[in-house]
């Protein structure tokens, strides 16, 4: 059986489903005779008709008719060409080595018996024109032998020093029938209709084929659609002819649709899409037309490309391609040494390459594919050689069994193969295992699809309500289980998702993550097809928006850039609302908004931004950037409606004052100092991530703060910070796998030692546990949870938070594999890469922009505390919990020092953990408290039926926080000591002399097991003026002391005061 008959009983759905229903065919021998007999029949004026058609279609379309009687008997042409622009030239699909822009053609045509004279004249007769033809072709009606035909154009070519090419009546035969193209002939020489009689039924795929088709032809006709040197003219031109091919359209058709393609990737000369081309053609010429000889000699061509270009997506056609030729080898129908081809080399030079991809450990995925096929082409030989091929199929159980962790492995492909082998080892127990091992990975596969996709809706659900924290729980539980080769775009969709969920809740680096992975995942399409599919424009476009708000300039501006050179290519029109903003205007706008309000010492890293803006086609920033330096008279002329400085500042004072000031989170960042730093609001505990300028470390730490807030997301119910500020500082370490670090509790530090989080298969789970294991000493030692280990279980468990983990981790690969190995991350390479020259601030007085954001002030209630953003969580707190759980705050007094007045006493059994918690408060506020921020508090009355007792409580002073908003929900972390007096006197003891002397000392103190001793440690002493006194029944819903107030309480309310704020309290207490 042939290649082509075999491939198309596999592959149907890759040939024409149209069928002929009736078709009266005009037999060779008939139109044979007809041609013979043109000068008999006076046909002449339609046979050259005929020929001229013929040559349109086959040779060159850009033909005039003739400039004389019939037969050229002026001595002038019967055809000519005439000139025409290469950029229309290029795109046709001519199969016959096409015209170009520096040659003349004639053609003479005749249907004279003697054709050998007549050609001769005709040719005599052109030369003496003077027209500077280059080429003659002669088409004649008689057939001639080859050797005749080469002898005289050989003979022509000397005596009148000119190309000549002889077409006779068998080339004019073999065109009609092998291209089917009998209408043309019956139509130009006036032959029966009957001829003509074929009735088509389009089939389904071949009417949508066929309207593809016509839109790609109308396209690439088009001169003022592509560029010159256009990545998208290449791709376009090589689909035609995929289409052509799969509509069985004529050979010829097909081949000059693939010599299109060619011509125009000469231009680019992108090594992908060379490779791609030659593929298609090479499967074309197997699968369609059995050309062993044309196959061959693609196949050598692509393989050179792909030794030069080692990706996994390229030797993964080079396997294709290779499987063929080795069937080939095995079939007796075509000799391969014949084309110069030893099979057992072939097969030596692809396992190399793939042993090279299967070692290769900082690609895990490519390696795994790689043995994959590595391990195809040996189990075929061993099949070949009849040898027991039981351990290839343990091979393949163990691949399939480590393909579950990677999304780009080709399971599909995989399985396929795998099954097709059945029939030939139907009693074979290590393949019945391969089997069973095939079959539960499917099984669990389909299953998780499933599960996936149910997820997806519920969180797209969740999303559109608004429902940000139930909606990272379901897309979050839908990650992995849609992490597929085949379900790629569903999972590109709910990273989508997950990326919008976190930006909302105020997640900006886990936003950012998901975005980057969604790009770096559908970038793929690219490499395999050369068709950018609409992901990569939507992530990009989010990266773009996230880093507006983020306001870190160099990353800004490669994704721009990046995202302004796949815009070259995108064929449909961005939005069908034509009033909408193009993304790239809105992107300038937005960020010539950010530059009017970038603070006053970016001034130097400024004055090199507008020639780098310009390039980037960024021109209204650019001009703000100049405005902004008082480059006024650069600018004023790009201005038509604005006649002087003062038109300018109006037109500044309206970009300053855009909304999307309310949207910016950080000041604009230049990434131009050595030392570096991001961070993020988590539960209102704000992380500071600092770092030296090198891009593995700056990775490492947009994959922390993601893997931070992706943690963290879902908890704002569950979890309180008692910290206010972390700082994690990253030091770039050699030999380091994963990430070590140290903690200093003095100063809510964490020293990170880490050399790259570039993800092998050998430090993935080293990377992974330890993340893990900072992200757990994080959660204990700074966050509160009614039941610490309950949450980490329902979140692993019920959420399954390593699913919307996972990918985090692979930040670092994803940027590195979008971006290359040295993107322009810093301001410095941006300056380099652009040239940019300095334009030196003429402003005395920097321009500076005051933008009034409207505070909605906000009623947070219980209810509604998973519908808070990060970002408006702010917590303030001076009480280091676990230290305090340790030291066990026991006591609370006064005491009276000669030298050093009067002290208030803070007494603890574990005297060692008190002391620490005052020396951290002395290392944070000082030896006095000035501001008051630690705010001492009494609260009496708090019992009608023991009127002496009250309660102590030690919080943050909020009201020193002049960061504060109506929009910000505050956690104060607090300690509550209760009091039980019998008596007034010590209370009023301490009252009546803080109040006579206006200060006090706060001192830590040990009390002994039985209470009677303590002894108070002087040298920790922080002096303060403030002490807060004040009655249970005052403390209303407010009132940070409300914390005091318990259930049960029966606080003393004044007699008649039956609207005790107090009330309040205990009413939403008792009732839940």
Known sequence: ??????????????????????????????????????????????????????????????????????????????????????????????????????????????????????????????????????????????????????????????????????????????????????EIAVDSLNLSDCYKNKEKQLGTNDAIRLEELEKLEQNISNTNRYFEYDFQLVEDALETAILSRMLEKPRAEVEGKFDRAFRFCKKVDNSKQWIRIYYQRAWTYLNWYDDYPLFVEDYKHLKTYVSKNPDISNVELYFNLFNLLNGLSLNSICNLADYGIDIENERIEIIKILSEFENDEEKPNSALTAKTYKTFIELTLCIHKRENPANYFKTLSDILLQSKTFIDYPFESTRQIIEELGDIFPDDTEYDNLIDSLAELSERRYSELASGEIFVRRGGQKLDAKCYKESIVYFGKAVIKLAKEESKDGMCLVLLGLGMAYRELGLIWASNNCYISVCALSFKSISESGKPNERIYQSLEEIIKNELFIGRLPPLFTWFEMLSILNRARMNIQGENKEDIPFDVLTDGCLSTRILHTDSMHTEDLQYLPDLLEKLELFLSCNTVLYKLGHIDKILDDYNDMSNEQDLDEFFKIVANQPFVEQILYQTIFMSQDDLHLSSSILGCSFLVKFPNDIEILLVAETLLAFLEGFFATSMSELMSHTEHITINLRKTKDISGLEFEYNEMNYEYNISVESFNITTKNRNLIWDSLLKLVTDILVKHFIAKDIEHLVSSLFKKEEIHERLSLIIEHRNFMINLLGNDPKLFFYEWKKYANSKQYISKRETPISYKYDIKEIEKDFQKKDIEKVRHDEIKTHSIIDVPLWEKAKWRGFGFCFHPQEGLGIILAYENIDAGAKIFDKWINKFGREDKLDLIKITIIKGIDERNPYWYRVHISANIKYKNSLQSSTLVTVASRIHEMNANSPENLNNLLDLFNRLKKYKLYPAKISQNGNDIKPFIEKGILKTTLTIKDAWEIGKNDVDRVVIRENDKPIIPDGNTNAPVFTILNQTNHG
Request: proline letters at 5%; hydrophobic letters at 35%; charged letters at 30%.
């Open 1 to 182: 059986m042939k290649p082509s008959e075999f491939y198309k009983i596999r592959r149907p759905d890759f040939f024409s489903d149209s069928k002929i229903i009736n078709e009266v065919v005009l037999p060779r021998e008939v139109l044979a005779y007809e041609l013979s007999k043109i000068s008999t029949n006076q046909k002449q004026d339609e046979f050259e008709t005929l020929c001229r058609r013929l040559a349109e279609k086959f040779i060159t379309p850009n033909l005039i008719p003739q400039v004389g009687p019939t037969g050229g008997g002026d001595g002038k042409t019967d055809s000519e060409t005439y000139p025409v622009s290469p950029s229309i030239s290029d795109r046709w699909f001519i199969p016959e080595n096409g015209w170009n822009k520096d040659e003349k053609w004639a053609f003479a045509i005749s249907a004279k018996e003697e054709w050998k004279g007549k050609a001769k004249g005709d040719i005599k007769k052109i030369v003496n024109t003077k027209r500077d033809y280059t080429r003659v072709y002669f088409m004649t009606n008689q057939l001639v032998s080859s050797k005749k035909k080469k002898n005289a154009q050989d003979e022509f070519v000397k005596e009148f020093d000119i190309e000549v090419i002889i077409l006779d009546g068998e080339w004019i035969l073999e065109h009609i029938y092998n291209n089917k193209i009998i």
